[in-house]
């Protein structure tokens, strides 16, 4: 319509007014905050014994990361700026900004998005969710478990939880529940929706947490660890990760269940809607099977990698080499890949800040410093304090990733400098980042995602989620700890 009125008066002769262009850069209020911090820090007196490039590099690192908590800019625009002030204030080389664009672990992270991406062109990622709700969906618990469990195949391959609980999970759980429980008008309905889209959710985080592979930012875990002296491997991270995880995939639906439960517990008509939906799929086709093959064989090369001698990336980039070739996957789904490049970019510019944080000094000057502020108390009570903060930080933060990047690498310096064990400090830290996205409706993309349908209301959603984390805190600790141990991680 105002298409036709602004032609009406150009045939009249009048002047038509050309439409304001919308702004597409940084959000300027954002920005400042960013630029304030960034310039505090850096303008604050030099601590005795910092390097002037590593107290300056710590203000661009932390002007980045209010970034990308405030957003005035995407993240991987905001990691962009912080390569850029690093360069331009002579801060760091050419040489060395541009190097975590040649680390393991971000090659790694972006192979797998690739190999993610096959899941949804060939399709196989919906009939692994519906053949699961096929033979289990009969009854709405059982409904939820079919979720949980497509979530959790998917997960060691799929580095996006966004991808896995929004591409996978919540459009097959949309359709199901229409096609089960009927329209959401329906108070009924709509309390059965609720529970399983808190199922969805929560199982999301716990699968997130049981892989190195199933979280873009678990990899920058590893890598922040690896910068203290910690190794830990593909297959070391999801040995620790099976039991407790697979503890809280069998007992949080039912948790839910009585936190939240669904006005409707039968659902045959939702296995019979999956059987359709299969039936129309019809049988795997070739790039399926393709599919399977090479990913059985990368699970392997990952599982084995250590004992074998080969690198987790190597192991990613000829999986990713055989797609290719066996044209699963076309050179130009590569290109298109939105996600991947953009979280190529980011996640560089991280590790590249953070690697030299610690090649400059700062984080051995930083770790002294609360060595000796706080002196030697029993570790296992200090730790399980700072565990606590660091977990129920995540109300602070709207994303994993932002968490990761923010506190990570300064708990396990204090978690070290208190004596914990190195590899479980290390891999509780990771565990935590991801169980914690529980809490709230925004803590997490998936979750923003699942909760944007409004079949959950936000007192509902936190109440949950107290609940749910607190159990999976005390779940990890308590059962994961006794695995541990078995293991001889400490």
């Given at each position: 319509m105002a298409t036709e009125l602004r032609a009406v008066n150009a045939r009249k002769g009048d002047e038509v007014p050309a439409e304001k262009p919308r702004w597409e850069g940084a959000r300027p209020g954002p920005l400042i905050v960013v630029f304030l911090v960034g310039a505090a820090i850096w303008l604050l007196p030099r601590p005795t014994g910092v390097d002037p490039r590593a107290w300056h590099l710590l203000a661009i690192f932390v002007a980045t990361i209010i970034g990308v908590i405030v957003r005035p800019l995407p993240m991987g625009a905001m990691s962009v700026l912080g390569i850029g002030a690093a360069l331009l204030t002579g801060t760091l080389r050419i040489n060395e900004a541009l190097s975590g664009f040649a680390n393991n672990a971000v090659w790694l992270v972006v192979s797998a998005f690739f190999i993610a991406q096959s899941f949804i062109k060939t399709g196989l990622g919906r009939r692994i969710a519906f053949w699961f709700m096929a033979r289990f969906g009969r009854r709405t618990l059982g409904l939820s478990y079919s979720l949980a469990a497509a979530d959790l195949v998917l997960a060691p391959i799929i580095p996006s939880n966004t991808a896995r609980a929004g591409g996978v999970v919540f459009p097959i759980l949309q359709s199901m529940a229409l096609a089960a429980f009927g329209p959401t008008d329906k108070p009924a309905a709509r309390q059965t929706s609720a529970f399983l889209t808190l199922v969805a959710a929560n199982a999301n985080v716990i699968t997130s947490a049981m892989f190195v592979t199933a979280m873009a930012a678990n990899p920058l875990a590893v890598e922040l660890a690896r910068q203290q002296g910690v190794t830990i491997t593909w297959a070391r991270w999801a040995l620790a990760a099976a039991v407790?995880?697979?503890?809280?995939?069998?007992?949080?639906?039912?948790?839910?269940?009585?936190?939240?439960?669904?006005?409707?517990?039968?659902?045959?008509?939702?296995?019979?809607?999956?059987?359709?939906?299969?039936?129309?799929?019809?049988?795997?086709?070739?790039?399926?099977?393709?599919?399977?093959?090479?990913?059985?064989?990368?699970?392997?090369?990952?599982?084995?990698?250590?004992?074998?001698?080969?690198?987790?990336?190597?192991?990613?980039?000829?999986?990713?080499?055989?797609?290719?070739?066996?044209?699963?996957?076309?050179?130009?789904?590569?290109?298109?890949?939105?996600?991947?490049?953009?979280?190529f970019i980011w996640f560089a510019a991280l590790v590249m800040m953070a690697t030299f944080l610690g090649q400059l000094g700062f984080i051995k000057w930083f770790s002294d410093r609360v060595s000796g502020a706080i002196g030697q108390p029993d570790w296992l009570t200090g730790f399980l304090a700072l565990?606590?903060?660091?977990?129920?930080?995540?109300?602070?933060?709207?994303?994993?990733?932002?968490?990761?990047?923010?506190?990570?690498?300064?708990?396990?310096?204090?978690?070290?400098?208190?004596?914990?064990?190195?590899?479980?400090?290390?891999?509780?830290?990771?565990?935590?980042?991801?169980?914690?996205?529980?809490?709230?409706?925004?803590?997490?993309?998936?979750?923003?995602?699942?909760?944007?349908?409004?079949?959950?209301?936000?007192?509902?959603?936190?109440?949950?989620?107290?609940?749910?984390?607190?159990?999976?805190?005390?779940?990890?600790?308590?059962i994961g700890g006794l695995w541990w141990k078995f293991l001889g991680i400490w």
């Open positions: 407790p995880g697979a503890i809280s995939l069998l007992t949080v639906p039912v948790l839910i269940y009585w936190l939240c439960p669904p006005g409707i517990r039968d659902s045959p008509n939702a296995q019979a809607a999956a059987r359709t939906e299969l039936a129309e799929m019809g049988s795997m086709r070739r790039d399926e099977w393709l599919l399977v093959g090479v990913l059985i064989a990368l699970l392997t090369a990952w599982i084995l990698g250590s004992f074998i001698g080969l690198d987790s990336t190597a192991a990613a980039f000829g999986a990713l080499a055989l797609l290719l070739l066996l044209g699963v996957l076309s050179w130009d789904d590569v290109c298109r890949n939105h996600q991947a490049w953009n979280t565990l606590f903060a660091y977990s129920y930080s995540h109300y602070l933060f709207a994303s994993t990733t932002a968490q990761i990047s923010a506190m990570f690498a300064p708990f396990l310096t204090v978690a070290l400098a208190l004596g914990a064990p190195p590899l479980i400090a290390a891999l509780t830290l990771g565990f935590y980042s991801n169980l914690s996205g529980s809490v709230t409706h925004y803590a997490t993309a998936p979750g923003a995602v699942l909760f944007g349908a409004g079949y959950v209301s936000i007192p509902t959603w936190w109440r949950v989620g107290a609940v749910v984390s607190l159990y999976n805190f005390i779940i990890w600790l308590t």
